[in-house]
């Protein structure tokens, strides 16, 4: 090696160093300063050896190193360079170091690993770590395997309203100018929010859509599920009569199908209320009337035979018992023309299976089916009177061909069926049964928050909706000391106004007669001179039909102040200043005490519910409230032996006064 040679040497060696440095710094620089979560669980791989392998050294080092990396241990980052690196810098700052060495060491630094070096590593390899699949929400569980009608139902808000305007526009009701004149003339100012989602529906816009014949282009069906005293009645009557008031001769048009007369009778007063001046006629069928004397109020021609049938009556409202009497027994009685099926209280008339009057009455508005040519030649048309208009539908019952205009066309019933309840069923099967068209379903209930899709769920899964209004109690006692704690509900708690639900007959009836014998023991005492004595009465299936009529007109003059009844009424009687429910006996059922307590708090107003449980029924009764998710909803109250202390020996004259009748008979 020359002199000059060896001067140079220490200058391109000084060089050598600044470039490794700089790269060095560079490399520092472009290293992430923190380390993400999954770095820090990097399984040891290439990368890593990359870093801590810069030489064959290294390489020696990292083997021999005692510490083997295992498979998800965290990479380890060396605080400062590690004594590798240390050397090869001490190497590069060494002037004596050899050309060739330094040149190893430069490249060395940039050079990713080859294959054969990265072969040479002891590969971890790295799988993804097991996961759990998250557990499908309840939601998706409950809405698995559902009809799509209702998964694709419309929720709406219990506090929407619409106000009723009169002038020209409808504001959106699709009302006419008469309609909305005659429910401001009753006072309603504002419709409810079942009415608000249902009216437009049933009343389009495109007068052709309103038609009373639509046999190809038939509407959809139409399930609702709103609380108990939401309006569901107005939201049917409303668009029935404004469509029916199109009509030019009286047919069987409308039929409402209701669980107990009381409800057909309400719904009919309803009906001749609101329609009052559209000339509508209207008929009950419900039994309470002999066969004949219906069968005269509803059918006009009963002699001749004909084919699109007669009737007296546009609408009908009925007990599904006696619609089947009249459908088989009953000529020229049809339901052909039926534009509205409605069926309230759904669930509980679908739960019916008397006479199977479901499938009879499917099958009366379904169209019989289509005759051919070769039966009914042409040329042998017997006569038959004007009168006599068939539905569309219905023209194979015709002695003519039904030769459609089209091939392909398909004529469908008209009928529009209409479900309505507090409770609506969740059960497939049932609503199956009914044959709906492409139904649409409205669900009334405000938002629980705890599931984007509650309303559907909740009535899946039975979860009903109360009226905001209502206040819920229960007292849990014992079975002795319970006539004994309603006694005091009245007297200390005003429970007056009152609907009081037992269990059956027999005890309505003693309970009827015992706080009569209360309210006389009552009434001797001094102490109870200033007490206005509380008129109680039953209301039960043992009454005739005229005495339950006059009772409740009685209860609803505020004559009487409690009735005392079965479930018998439990159901849609809407009795307007009704402001306490007493579950006497506790309700077997949620739906059973849904319908209870919706007897109060009725349109917006304010009620109490209070339900007495013997001590045995407690956790039955708990376990129906929490498996509804209502169990917080209902304040649980104490009456202790002091607040009772007043009445106690008016109540001892009682029972020893019934246990007196009752030895007697
Ligand atoms: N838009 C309205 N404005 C004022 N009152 C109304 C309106 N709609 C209905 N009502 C009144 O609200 C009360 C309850 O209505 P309705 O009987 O139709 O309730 P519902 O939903 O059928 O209850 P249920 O499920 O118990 O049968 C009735 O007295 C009715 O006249």
């Known amino acids: 090696m020359t ?7 220490p200058k391109e060696k000084t060089k050598a160093k600044q470039r490794y440095l700089r790269r060095k710094k560079e490399r520092r620089k472009n290293k992430p300063k923190t380390k993400t979560p999954e770095d820090k669980n990097l399984v040891v791989g290439p990368k890593e050896l990359e870093e801590e392998s810069n030489s064959e050294e290294d390489k020696t080092d990292a083997e021999e190193s005692p510490i083997e990396p295992e498979i998800g241990e965290s990479a380890k980052v060396p605080e400062r360079p590690s004594k590798k690196r240390r050397k090869v810098a001490k190497d590069v700052e060494d002037v004596e170091m050899e050309d060739a060495e330094m040149k190893t060491v430069e490249d060395s630094l940039d050079v990713q690993l080859s294959p054969q070096a990265e072969t040479n590593q002891p590969t971890l390899p790295s799988f993804p770590l097991p996961v759990h699949p998250d557990a499908p929400s309840k939601s998706v569980l409950a809405l698995q395997g559902l009809d799509q009608a209702l998964v694709g139902a419309e929720i709406v808000n219990p506090t929407q309203s619409l106000p009723i305007p009169l002038d020209e526009a409808d504001g959106g009701t699709g009302l006419s100018k008469k309609m909305r004149k005659r429910l401001t003339d009753l006072g309603i100012t504002d419709l409810f929010a079942v009415q608000t989602s249902l009216l437009p529906f049933l009343l389009p816009d495109n007068p052709l859509q309103r038609a009373l014949y639509l046999p190809y282009n038939p509407p959809r069906d139409v399930c609702v599920s709103a609380p108990t005293g939401s309006g569901k009645t107005l939201a049917y009557v409303l668009p029935i009569i404004e469509i029916l008031s199109s009509r030019i001769v009286t047919r069987l048009r409308a039929l409402i199908v209701l669980p107990t007369r009381d409800l057909v009778a ?3 007063e309803t009906f001749e209320e609101i329609g009052k001046g559209r000339g509508l006629k209207i008929g009950t069928a419900t039994g309470q009337q002999s066969f004949s004397h219906e069968q005269s109020q509803l059918i006009a021609d009963r002699t001749t035979d004909l084919k699109g049938g007669s009737s007296k009556v546009d609408i009908l409202i009925c007990t599904p018992g006696r619609l089947i009497d009249h459908l088989n ?8 023309h039926l534009r509205f099926l409605v069926i309230d209280e759904a669930d509980r008339l679908l ?6 009057w479901l ?22 048309l017997p006569s038959f009177p004007v009168h006599d208009a068939v539905a569309p539908t219905f023209m194979s019952l015709l002695p003519y061909p039904d030769i459609p205009t089209f091939p392909t066309e398909r004529k469908e019933s008209s009928c529009q069926k209409l479900l309505f309840s507090a409770t609506l069923t969740r059960d497939p099967g049932k609503i199956a049964a009914l044959d709906l068209r492409d139904p649409k379903y409205f669900v009334i209930q405000g938002s629980k928050g705890h599931e984007a899709d509650s309303g559907i769920l909740d009535v899946v899964m039975e979860k009903f909706s109360m009226p905001s209004t209502l206040t819920e109690r229960m007292v849990v006692c ?7 704690i309603f006694f005091h509900l009245v007297h200390a708690h005003q429970v007056t106004n009152a609907l009081v639900f037992t269990k059956s007959t027999e005890s309505t009836t003693r309970l009827v007669r015992l706080f009569d014998y209360f309210e006389e023991a009552r009434a001797k005492t001094a102490m109870a001179g200033s007490v206005k004595q509380m008129v109680v009465r039953a209301y039960s299936s043992d009454l005739s039909p005229g005495e339950r009529k006059s009772i409740l007109e009685k209860f609803k003059a505020q004559e009487i102040q ?24 506790v309700p077997i059922d949620m739906r059973k005490y849904v319908h209870r307590v919706g007897r109060t708090a009725r349109a917006g107003r304010a009620g109490d519910a209070w339900t007495l449980v013997e001590e045995q029924e407690a956790r039955y009764f708990k376990n129906v409230l929490r498996e509804a998710d209502h169990l917080d ?3 649980k109250v104490k009456i202790h032996e002091k607040d009772l202390a007043p009445l106690t020996p008016f109540y001892e004259t009682a029972l020893g006064q019934l246990k007196e009748v009752y030895t007697r008979t």
């Open 3 to 9: 002199g000059a040679a060896t001067a140079e040497k």
């Open 329 to 336: 027994g009953t000529p020229n009685f049809s339901l052909q």
């Open 478 to 484: 014992e079975t002795s000391q319970k006539p004994l």
């Open 266 to 268: 309400q719904v009919r």
């Open 359 to 380: 499938v009879q009455v499917l099958a009366a508005i379904r169209s019989p089916p289509t005759r051919s040519l070769d039966v009914n030649p042409i040329g042998q």
């Open 633 to 635: 909803k209902v304040k």
């Open 562 to 585: 409690i009735l005392v009844c079965s479930d018998l009424i439990s159901r849609g009687i809407d009795i307007s200043h009704v402001s306490h429910v007493v579950s006497y006996d």
């Open 351 to 356: 739960a019916q299976s008397f006479q199977d």
